[in-house]
C-alpha cells in the first residue's frame, strides 16, 4: 500500500486561477473532451466499466453499469444530473473541487452526457455554497463561449445545456430521487423506487444522478484509458479518492490518495494528531458511516475494507476526535442534525430521530438511566432498515457504533444521574 | 385466488398471473398486484395507513412492513408490502409467521404513537380509528416515550368545513394524495419538513374542493374532523344504514349514520361501478334542510272564513283535496308537477294519479327550463336507459374520447367529474367540453375547451374541429349531454346525428335525482310508464290492462307541458294543480308561475318545507323526507339505486301513500300505499317493447348574438348555492365557489366596466349584481352562476342560457 499523495482530480487545484478557462485548457484541460467525442458513445461506456470507476457519492455503485442502464433509441430525452448537494456531516469534498477546478466537472458532465445520448444536464450544487455556485455558473459561461457547451460541441455534432441549480437548503436533496422531485421544483423528499431513475428520473426520463467526484474522474480515465486508472487503488476499488481530513490533525484537508490508504498513512501526511493527543474515534466516511476507533487506524478505506470492518467508505469525510471529545455528546450533535434534517416523509427516520434526540439531549445533561441505552439502540433497530431511504439508516450509524465501542461512556453519564439522585436522596433526608 | 390445500398439488397459474408464498400458503395473484392486498385476499390483514387502494402507493408510514425472499434470497431490509407487487417465486412472511415483522410493525406503530395525542376519550374518530385499532392489535401495551410531544395549536380550520387537527396526524398524506390524485384541488399540501412535517394550506389560497370531505373519511386518524360533525357523538352510538344520495343525478351510494331519530353524519358507501369511495361535499353534508324550522308536520288546509291557512287532520286535508280536485277537474282539468326529485314509486304516484284520478296528460316534472324538443329526446332516447345498453361510469372512465356539451361536470355531476378525470389520469382520455370558458374542470381533466355562443352548442357540432371528430370515431367514444341542452334550439336533435355519424355513445345527465325515475314512471305529458306513447293506442291497452282500467280509459292526446300547465291555469283553462316538491324559483318563468298559482286555482301541494308553492295552496300535504322513507331512484346511467327507510318511525308518509289516499277520497285505486307496492305495480306494466315517441328533429337554432347593446347570457349552477336543499349548513355553504360574473377583458372594455369591480347584468325584468372576474369568455358573453346569488338568473332576470342581457357599471356599489 502506497502512503503517496496521488494528484489527478486535485492536481490543478494549486495553479494560480485554477478555476479559470485559461489555466484549465493550458493544463490538458478539454483534451479528454476531444477524444470522448472521436469515439461512440457506447465506447466511453465500456471504457467506464473497464476502468471499475465507482461512484464516489458513497455507495459505490459501479459508474460504467449505471450508464449502460439508460435504455438507448426510447424516443426520450435523456438526463445526466450532478449531484453536487454536499450536505452530509464532514464532508467537504466536491465543494473544494467545483472551486478549486469547476471545468474538470464540465468537461466530465460533456463526456458522460455524450455517452448516455443526454443534451441537458443539470448541477444540483447545495444552495448554502453560493461561491460555489457563483464559480460554477462563471466556469458553465465560459465553457458556452468557448463552444464546449451549446450547439454542435467542437463540430461533433452534439449538443449539451448545463444549467447549475441551487438547492434550498435540505440534506435530504441529497438523496437522488429527492433531488429529482426539488429539481421538478417539487417538495424534496424520496420517490418510490422503482421505477430507478435510470428509466424513469428527471422529468420521468431517463437519467443517470451522478456524483461531483465520479463525473470529474471521467475526463481523465478517457485520457488515461483504465489501466493507468486501475493502477491506483484496489482491484474492487480501483482509482484515486478525494480523503477529507478534519477534526483534530495537525494539517487538515484534501488529500487525494488511492483507494484502500489507512487512517495511520493518512494521519502521517496530515501531520498526525494534533498537539499529540491520541485519537480516539473517526468516521471513515461522513456521519452517517458507523464509527472507528482507534483500532481501526490500520483498516484499508476502499468499498471492501471499511465495509468488512462493520462501517462502509461513505464520502472518505475523515472526521478525527481525539480524547477530548465526549463520544455521547457528539453522537447527540449529530443526531440533532438528523433530527433537523429529516424529510418527515416516513415515520421510522421522523419520528424515531425525535425520539432519540430528546434521550440523547438528556442523557448528556446526566439525567439518563441504563435503560435508555437499551431504548436508544432498540430504536435504532426499528429505524435501520425500516425507513423509506437511506437517511433513516444513517442517523443510526453514530448511535449504534458509539454504543458498541463506547458503552461505558454512555454508562458513566446515567452513572452520574443515579449519584446525582443519591444525594438529592440523601439531602432531602437531612433536611 | 387459490389456496393450496396440499403443498404436492400443483397449482395452475393462469395467464397474467403469478404464485407466491405468503405464511406459507401458496398464492396465485394476478401480476401487478401489490402484495398487501393479495395478503388481504388471502385473509391476512397487513396493518397499513398511508395505503390506499385507491390512491397511488406511497411507502410513507412504513407500516405495513413483511419479509421477502425473492429466488430464495431473503431481501435484507423488511419491505413495505403497500409498495412490493408481487412476483413468481416471491416468498413473503407476514407479522404471522416473521418476528422481524412483527417488531419491524411495533416499532412503527410505537413511532407514530410516540407524538400522537391521547386524546380518543373526545377525538371524533375512537371508535373507528384505524390507529387505535391497529394500535390496540399491533401495538405495546405501554409507552416508553417520556420525552416532550411535538404540540401544534388545534383545529386550524383547513375551510370552513374542514378542520386539522396536526397533532393527530400520522402524516400518511391520504388526504394531500387524495387532493391531488382524485380531486385534483391541489389546496392542502405538506408544509415544513421532519417533526415539524404538517399538513397546511398554502398563503391566500384556502383548501378549496367540492370534494373535501373525502379526506375526512379516509384520513386514518381524528387529524381531519368536519364542523359539522366535530365533538357531535360516538361512532358506536350511531345506526348505520345504507342510502343513496338524493341531490345529483350521479346515484351515489351513501351511508347515513344517526340515532334519536335525528341523522349526525352522511359518508360515502362503496360502490365501484358507480361512486367508487368518493361523494361530494353537497351529497355528505347538506341532510340538514330536512330539520329546518320550515319543516312541514302536519296537514293544513286554508280556511274557509279567515282565507289563511290552518293546521288540519289528514282526514280534513284529504277530503278538502279531494273534493277541491274533483270539482277542478269537473271545471277545466287539473295539472300535476310532480318535481324533479323524486324516487320512482313516488313519481309513479303522480303518474297514475294524473291519469287515474285527474284522467289528464297534463303532468310535467320538469320543474327546470324544458322545451318539446327535449321531450322527444326523452321519449326517443333516455326513457328506458340501463346501465347494461348505455353510458355507465365506467365507459366514461374508459373512453377514448368524451365530449361534453352544455354540460359542467363538476358542478352539476360530480360524480362523473371524478370519472372523467380519473379516465385522463389512468388511461389518458381526451376530454372536450364545449363551453364558454375554461372552468377548473377543464383543467383537472386536462381537457379542451371548444369555445362557442351560449345558444350556439348545437350549431358547433356541425362544425367539431377534425381532431375531436375523428377521435369520437373510435370504438367507445362518449357524448354527454347536459340539463341546459334544453335550453339550445336543436342540440338534442344534432348530438343524436353526430352520435349515429361517429358511432359514439350519447348520454344525458340532467342534475335532479329525480329526473330519470320521473321518466320512467311517465311523469310527461308525452308518455305513460316505461315510456309508452299516450297516442299509441296499444301501449294504453298495455297499461290499461294492467291498471284494471276499461278500455278507453286513458286519455288519449298528449299533454301540456310544464309551460303549457302554467299557461292555462294562468288563462283559466285548468282550474286545479297538484304539485310536488317545486320552487318557482327554479323554473324557467318564475313570474308566470306565480301569476298562475295567484289566479284563484285550487292547488294541492305536497311539499317538505313552506315554499312559495306551499303558502299559495289550498291544501299543503306534508310528505317524508328522504331519509324518512324506502324508495328507488334511477340515475343517469339508468341504473336503479334503492334504498331503505333510514329513521323508522317517524310516521311521516311518502308521496305514494299520500296520492294513493287522496284517490281512495276521489275513488280511484293507485295501489301504492307504500313505495314496495308502487314498485310491484310498475313491475306488472313490464317493460315497453312497442312504438316509442319518436326522435326529435329540430335544426341548430340561431344563436343571439351579442351586439353593442347587449351580451349574451351563459348560466349554470354552482354545485354548492343557494338551493334549498342546501339549507341548515353554513358550514358547507362557507366552502361555496366564490360568486362571480365572469366576461373577457375585451367585453368588458366594449361595455365600459374593465374598471368596474361590481358589475350588474340585467334584462327589463330586472338584474343581478356581482363581483366581475375576467376569464377567456367568448366577445360580448357574460356568464352568472344560476342561483348563487339572493338575485336569481331566473327570478330576477327572468332569463336563461343564450338570452340577451345588458352589461353596466352596478349602480350603488353593492352586490345583490
Known amino acids: 500500500m502506497s502512503n503517496e499523495l496521488v494528484p489527478v482530480l486535485t492536481k490543478r487545484w494549486l495553479s494560480p486561477n485554477s478555476w479559470t478557462m485559461d489555466t484549465y485548457e493550458q493544463l490538458e484541460g478539454y483534451q479528454g473532451l476531444r477524444k470522448a467525442l472521436g469515439a461512440q458513445p457506447d465506447q466511453l461506456i465500456e471504457l467506464v466499466k473497464a476502468s471499475g470507476l465507482r461512484g464516489r457519492g458513497g455507495a459505490g455503485f459501479p459508474t460504467g453499469l449505471k450508464w449502460s442502464f439508460i435504455p438507448q433509441g426510447d424516443g426520450k430525452p435523456h438526463y445526466l444530473v450532478i449531484n453536487a448537494d454536499e450536505g452530509e456531516p464532514g464532508t467537504c469534498k466536491d465543494i473544494p473541487l467545483m472551486m478549486a477546478d469547476p471545468h474538470s466537472l464540465i468537461e466530465g458532465c460533456i463526456i458522460t452526457s455524450y455517452a448516455i445520448r443526454a443534451n441537458f444536464c443539470a448541477i444540483y450544487v447545495r444552495g448554502e455554497v453560493l461561491h460555489c455556485i457563483r464559480r460554477l455558473n462563471a466556469a458553465v459561461q465560459e465553457a458556452y463561449a468557448k463552444g464546449y457547451l451549446g450547439k454542435n460541441i467542437l463540430g461533433s455534432g452534439f449538443d449539451l445545456d448545463i444549467v447549475v441549480h441551487a438547492g434550498a437548503g435540505a440534506y435530504i436533496c441529497g438523496e437522488e430521487t429527492a433531488l429529482l422531485d426539488s429539481l421538478e421544483g417539487r417538495r424534496g423528499q424520496p420517490r418510490l423506487k422503482p421505477p430507478f431513475p435510470a428509466t424513469s428520473g428527471l422529468y420521468a426520463s431517463p437519467t443517470v444522478v451522478n456524483n461531483v467526484e465520479t463525473i470529474t474522474s471521467v475526463p481523465y480515465i478517457v485520457l488515461g484509458g483504465s489501466d493507468w486508472f486501475r493502477a491506483m487503488g484496489t482491484e474492487k476499488s480501483p482509482g484515486p479518492k478525494i480523503y477529507s481530513i478534519s477534526g483534530h490533525v495537525e494539517k487538515p484537508g484534501q488529500y487525494e490518495a488511492p483507494l484502500g490508504i489507512t487512517l495511520r498513512e493518512l494521519l502521517e501526511m496530515a501531520g498526525g494528531m494534533k498537539d499529540g493527543i491520541p485519537l480516539k474515534f473517526w468516521t471513515p466516511g461522513g456521519s452517517s458511516t458507523p464509527l472507528f476507533t482507534a483500532e481501526h487506524l490500520d483498516v484499508p478505506l476502499d468499498f471492501e475494507g471499511a465495509a468488512a470492518a462493520g462501517s462502509m467508505l461513505g464520502t472518505t469525510a475523515v472526521q478525527v476526535f481525539n480524547e477530548t471529545v465526549s463520544v455521547p455528546w457528539a453522537v447527540m450533535k449529530w443526531t440533532e442534525f438528523y433530527k433537523h434534517e429529516s424529510c418527515g416523509k416516513c415515520t421510522p427516520c421522523r419520528e424515531g430521530t425525535y425520539w432519540l434526540t430528546q434521550i440523547l439531549q438528556r442523557m448528556c445533561k446526566g439525567e439518563g438511566t441504563a435503560a435508555d441505552i437499551e431504548n436508544l439502540l432498540d430504536i435504532c433497530d426499528n429505524i435501520l432498515g425500516r425507513s423509506f431511504c437511506a437517511l433513516g439508516d444513517g442517523a443510526v450509524s453514530p448511535i449504534t457504533s458509539g454504543i458498541k465501542y463506547f458503552r461505558h461512556e454512555f454508562l458513566a453519564l446515567c452513572e452520574k444521574n443515579a449519584e446525582d439522585s443519591y444525594e438529592a436522596f440523601l439531602a432531602g433526608a437531612s433536611a | ?816
Request: glycine residues 10%; negative net charge; contains cysteine.
Open chain 2, 1 to 816: 385466488m387459490t389456496l393450496a390445500a396440499d403443498k404436492n398439488t400443483d397449482i395452475v397459474v393462469p395467464d397474467g398471473h403469478v404464485k407466491l408464498t405468503i405464511d406459507g400458503a401458496e398464492v396465485v395473484a394476478p401480476k401487478g398486484e401489490l402484495l398487501i392486498r393479495t395478503a388481504e385476499r388471502l385473509g391476512t390483514v397487513i396493518p397499513r395507513f398511508c395505503d390506499h387502494p385507491l390512491l397511488e402507493p406511497a411507502g410513507a408510514c412504513r407500516q405495513c412492513l413483511v419479509e421477502v425472499e425473492m429466488g430464495g434470497r431473503p431481501m435484507p431490509k423488511p419491505q413495505a408490502s403497500c409498495t412490493l407487487t408481487v412476483a413468481d417465486g416471491m416468498v413473503v412472511k407476514t407479522q404471522l409467521t416473521s418476528p422481524v415483522a412483527d417488531k419491524a410493525q411495533a416499532g412503527v406503530m410505537e413511532l407514530l404513537l410516540i407524538n400522537h395525542p391521547l386524546d380518543c376519550p373526545i377525538c371524533d374518530k375512537g371508535g373507528e380509528c384505524p390507529l387505535q385499532n391497529q394500535a390496540l392489535k399491533h401495538g405495546r401495551t405501554d409507552s416508553r416515550f417520556t420525552e416532550t410531544k411535538r404540540t401544534f395549536p388545534k383545529p386550524i380550520a383547513v375551510s370552513s368545513q374542514v378542520l386539522l387537527d396536526r397533532e393527530r396526524c400520522v402524516l400518511c398524506q391520504r388526504c394531500t394524495r387524495f387532493s391531488e390524485q382524485i380531486a385534483g384541488d391541489p389546496f392542502i399540501e405538506l408544509l415544513e419538513r421532519g417533526s415539524q412535517q404538517q399538513i397546511g394550506t398554502a398563503q391566500d389560497q384556502p383548501f378549496q374542493s367540492y370534494f373535501s370531505g373525502n379526506t375526512i373519511q379516509i384520513c386514518p386518524v381524528g387529524a381531519l374532523t368536519s364542523a359539522a360533525y366535530r365533538f357531535r357523538s360516538r361512532p358506536f352510538d350511531l345506526v348505520s344504514t345504507p342510502s343513496v344520495c338524493e341531490h345529483c343525478a350521479g346515484g351515489c351510494a351513501t351511508r347515513t349514520d344517526w340515532r334519536r331519530g335525528k341523522i349526525t353524519r352522511r359518508l360515502a358507501a362503496e360502490d365501484p361501478q358507480v361512486n367508487e369511495e368518493w361523494i361530494c361535499d353537497k351529497g355528505r353534508f347538506a341532510f340538514t334542510y330536512t330539520t329546518e324550522p320550515d319543516r312541514l308536520l302536519r296537514p293544513r288546509v286554508r280556511d274557509a272564513k279567515t282565507g289563511e291557512l290552518r293546521d288540519a287532520s289528514w282526514t280534513e286535508a284529504l277530503r278538502v283535496a279531494a273534493e277541491g280536485l274533483t270539482k277542478a277537474k269537473e271545471a277545466g282539468g287539473v295539472g300535476v308537477l310532480p318535481g324533479g326529485r323524486l324516487t320512482v314509486e313516488d313519481a309513479y304516484a303522480y303518474s297514475k294519479f294524473a291519469r287515474v284520478a285527474l284522467g289528464t296528460n297534463d303532468i310535467d316534472y320538469r320543474n327546470r327550463p324544458s322545451s318539446a324538443e327535449e321531450l322527444a329526446f326523452l321519449g326517443s332516447t333516455v326513457s328506458g336507459t340501463n346501465p347494461e345498453h348505455g353510458v355507465t361510469y365506467g365507459d366514461i372512465e374508459k373512453a377514448p374520447a368524451v365530449l361534453l356539451i352544455a354540460l359542467e361536470p363538476e358542478e352539476e355531476a360530480p360524480g362523473v367529474f371524478l370519472r372523467l378525470r380519473k379516465g385522463n389520469r389512468k388511461h389518458g382520455n381526451r376530454v372536450f367540453h364545449m363551453g364558454q370558458w375554461t372552468t377548473p374542470a377543464v383543467v383537472k381533466t386536462n381537457g379542451t375547451l371548444i369555445p362557442c355562443l351560449p345558444g350556439e352548442e348545437a350549431d358547433m357540432l356541425g362544425r367539431l374541429p377534425s381532431e375531436v371528430d375523428e377521435l369520437l370515431r373510435r370504438p367507445d367514444a362518449v357524448i354527454l349531454l347536459g340539463e341546459r341542452a334544453a335550453e339550445i334550439t336543436g342540440l338534442f336533435s344534432t348530438a343524436r346525428e353526430l352520435a349515429a355519424q361517429t358511432g359514439a355513445k350519447l348520454a344525458w345527465i340532467p342534475r335532479r335525482a329525480g329526473e330519470l325515475a320521473a321518466i320512467e314512471a311517465g311523469a310527461l305529458p308525452t308518455m305513460l310508464p316505461g315510456g309508452r306513447p299516450v297516442t299509441d293506442s296499444v301501449a294504453r291497452a298495455e297499461v290499461e290492462l294492467a291498471w284494471g282500467l276499461e278500455t278507453g280509459t286513458l286519455p288519449t292526446a298528449e299533454g301540456r307541458d310544464l309551460a303549457g300547465i302554467l299557461g292555462a291555469v294562468a288563462n283559466g283553462r285548468l282550474a286545479g294543480l297538484v304539485i310536488g316538491s317545486v320552487d318557482v324559483h327554479d323554473l324557467p318563468n318564475p313570474e308566470l308561475a306565480e301569476r298562475a298559482l295567484d289566479s284563484g286555482v285550487f292547488v294541492v301541494s305536497l311539499d317538505l318545507r313552506e315554499s312559495s308553492v306551499t303558502r299559495r295552496a289550498d291544501v299543503v300535504l306534508p310528505v317524508a323526507a328522504i331519509s324518512e322513507k324506502a324508495g328507488t331512484y334511477i340515475n343517469w346511467e339508468g341504473r336503479r339505486r334503492p334504498f331503505p327507510v333510514v329513521i323508522t318511525g317517524t310516521n311521516r308518509l311518502p308521496d305514494c301513500r299520500v296520492l294513493d289516499t287522496l284517490a281512495v277520497e276521489m275513488d280511484a285505486d293507485l295501489f301504492t300505499q307504500t313505495p314496495a307496492a308502487a314498485m310491484a305495480d310498475l313491475g306488472r306494466l313490464g317493460h315497453h317493447t312497442g312504438n316509442r315517441i319518436p326522435a326529435p328533429s329540430v335544426d341548430a337554432g340561431r344563436p343571439n348574438r351579442p351586439g353593442q347593446r347587449h351580451a349574451v347570457l351563459a348560466t349554470w349552477h354552482q354545485l354548492i348555492d343557494h338551493g334549498s336543499m342546501q339549507d341548515g349548513e353554513p358550514h358547507l355553504a362557507g366552502t361555496a365557489r366564490p360568486a362571480v360574473a365572469r366576461l373577457s377583458v375585451d367585453t368588458a372594455k366594449a361595455f365600459g366596466v374593465a374598471d368596474a369591480a361590481l358589475i350588474t347584468v340585467g334584462t327589463d325584468r330586472g338584474s343581478v349584481t356581482l363581483l366581475a372576474e375576467f376569464a377567456d369568455l367568448p366577445e360580448g358573453v357574460v356568464w352568472l352562476p344560476s342561483n348563487s346569488t339572493p338575485a336569481t338568473v331566473r327570478t330576477s332576470l327572468g332569463a336563461g342560457h343564450g338570452a340577451l342581457v345588458t352589461v353596466t357599471t352596478a349602480a350603488n356599489g353593492a352586490a345583490s
